[in-house]
Structure formats: C-alpha cells, structure tokens
C-alpha cells in the first residue's frame, strides 16, 4: 500500500510541473525580450536562462523517475529475496529431514534384504562341459546323442561361472540301461546322487563300461541353481568276441560261428563285409584252405580270427564234387566226380571226371576241376 502512494505521489508532481513549465517558459521569454531590447540587438543579459538550467530541470524529473523506477524495482527484489529465502528454508529443512533418516541404524534384516536386492539382478551361474577340448554342453531333457570311448582315461571336464561370485558345483555320472531313453528333465534333479566338487573346475574320468551321462548342478552365492548335461557316453574297452571257432583251428568250409558285442559296427569274413545278423550268426567261407573272420565295435575295439577249412562234406550234396575246392573226404566211401579233368593238390596225376573214386586215408583233400 506504501508502495502504491508512493507512485501515485510521484506521478502527481509529475503533472503539475508539466503544468507550470509553459507559463514559466513564456515569462522568461519577456524577461528575456526586455533585456535584448535594453542592452541592444545581439547582447545577452545576465538574467537569461541558460540551455544549462534548463537540462538541470529536466534532469531533476528524469532522476526522479529513475529513482522511482529503482525503489519500485529494489522494493520487488526485496519481496523476491524474501520468497528466496524462505525457498532456502524449506530446502534446508529437507535436507535435514534427509540427513536424519540416513543417520538412522540400519537393522540386520534390512541389510539382508538390501543384500538380497542388490543381487536379485545377478545373471545366474554358468556352467560348461567339455571333452577333447569342445564344448559338450546340453539342457535338460530330450534326446541323448552318444559317444564312444574305448578308455579309463579320457576325461570329462566340467565347470561353473557367475561374474566373479563364488560358486558351488556338483555332478553326478547317471549310469544307463536303456539308450533309446530321453535326457532327465528338472524334477528329476533332486532324486540324483550329487557328488561336491572340490573347485568350480573339476576332471571326471569313468572308471568302468557302461552307458553314461553326465549331469551338473551350479549353485550360485544367491541362491540361484542351474542344471546341465552332457552328451551320452558309451565306455566299452571290450572288443568284439568270435564265438563257435578258435584262432588256428581247422573246421569245414559252412561251420557256424557268432560274434558278440553290444556296440557291434561291422564284421568281415576273408576282408569281404557281411550284414549284421540280428542273432549275430554266420558261416566259414573258405579262402584256400583259410579263412579269416575280423570284427569291430563302435568304440573302435576289434578282433581277427584265422582258422583252417578242412573241405566241406560231400555227403551234403549225396556225395557229388562238382566244383573246385576243399573237402573233407571220409576212407573207404565212393564219391563221384562231375565230368571234366580233375587233379588233386600235392599229386600231378589228372583224373577223368564222370567216375567214382575213393581215399585210403581220411582227410580234407584239395580238387581242383580244369
């Protein structure tokens, strides 16, 4: 309210000097005449009001209003230095209020929780498995590829990460029955005999045949756990087993014979493939008078196997030789040989076929028809 009578006041004083200055103007104007008349044309008298005071009169005004602008100016600055500080009051007070609730303890449980919420972020723990140097990392469940080993001493490696936080890891080697099977899936996790391992990297060697896979389990500072697999793993150090002849020994040309593996890949007889029989059975062929059966597993085990063939038994076929080969010939019994030039091994003498003929001695006799 000051303020604004102040302003008016001024502006009052303002309009009657405005008032006044014509008629003051026009006095001096015939005071000035007068003494231009009395002292001459071109003389200035004493009394003549000088551009000087004039400026002076007017300054006066303008410094009145410049110094009116500036209280009215000040005055605000004033009201506005007042809401500035009782802003800064306000601030000051909420700082303190802050300052207070930081300098309060902090209770165990609230730091746990804190702890809690500061890793709930944390990516969980990795875990990898290696073996022969590539990676053979696989999730729970779904089909299980094997691979072979023919060896105690190829190892499995295992470990587990979670940026720079302690981990702790565990495996387990699950022994398989059936590899037609799926992979576990993560229920069956708790039902698995874990086994700790002394670091978060650790070498597993199997120490016996078997169908395997590997599972892992990583358990994080947090809390947090995670499961991962292998591959199968087939360990068989066993070669292949040749059932019904024994290396070295004579047998006749058709003798029945067995190869036993679980893993069996393939088998030959005198370096030519035979098809895997389903009850792995199959006969001597007759190279000469040898033959040599080889067999091999999927894990790259094998075994050869050479026998003698005595011929094959005439009475099979009623007695009759008709073609080159081995045969086992009993003394005294009459054989008939197909037409043609026959000879026997060891004796340059040529017989005529279309006949009968006999031995004196049993034995295993090679003919051979020209």
């Known amino acids: 309210m000051y303020r604004k009578w102040r302003k008016l006041s001024v502006l009052g004083m303002a309009a009657l000097i405005g008032c006044l200055m014509p008629m003051g103007t026009m006095m001096a104007a015939e005071e000035n005449t007068e003494a231009v008349w009395e002292n001459g044309a071109g003389s200035v008298s004493d009394n003549t009001v000088s551009d000087d005071d004039k400026t002076g009169a007017d300054k006066e005004i303008n410094d009145s209003e410049e110094v009116n602008a500036d209280d009215e100016v000040n005055n605000g600055e004033e009201v506005n230095a007042d809401d500035e ?7 000051n007070e909420d700082h303190k209020v802050n300052s207070d609730i930081a300098a309060m303890p902090v209770t165990v449980e609230e ?6 919420a500061a890793t709930a972020g944390e990516a969980a723990p990795v875990i990898e498995i290696k073996w022969q140097g590539q990676n053979r990392t696989y999730n729970l469940g779904g089909k299980i590829e094997y691979e072979y080993v023919n060896n105690y001493y190829q190892s499995i490696n295992c470990s587990a990460t979670q940026s720079g936080q302690a981990v702790s890891l565990f495996y387990c080697q699950d022994k398989i029955t059936d590899t037609t099977a799926e992979a576990k899936e993560n229920e069956q996790m708790d039902a698995l005999s874990w086994t700790a ?23 994080g500072a947090d809390g947090q756990t995670v499961y991962a697999r292998s ?7 066993a070669a292949p087993k040749v059932i019904g002849v ?4 004579t047998y006749p040309e058709g003798t029945v014979f067995q190869v036993q593996d679980s893993n069996l890949e393939s088998v030959t007889v005198n370096e030519k493939p035979v098809a895997l029989s389903a009850d ?15 067999a091999k597993d999927k894990a790259g085990n094998s075994i050869a196997c050479s026998i003698t063939v005595s011929g094959k038994d005439p009475s099979q076929d009623g007695n009759v030789i008709s073609k080159s080969g081995i045969y086992s010939l009993k003394a005294g019994v009459a054989y008939h040989l197909a037409e043609g030039r026959w000879s026997v091994s060891g004796d340059r003498t040529v017989y005529r076929g279309d006949g009968d003929f006999y031995v004196k001695t049993a034995g295993d006799y090679r003919l051979i028809k020209y």
């Open 85 to 91: 500080a009782d802003n800064d009051d306000e601030i």
């Open 111 to 116: 730091a746990a929780a804190n702890d809690a």
């Open 197 to 219: 391992a002394d670091s978060t990297s650790m070498n597993i060697t199997f120490i016996s045949d078997g169908n395997y896979a590997l599972y892992v389990k990583a358990v």
């Open 231 to 237: 591959g199968g793993i087939i360990v068989d150090t």
């Open 246 to 249: 024994q290396e070295g020994n």
């Open 280 to 294: 792995g059975k199959y006969q001597v062929v007759a190279n000469g008078t040898s033959c040599v059966i080889k």
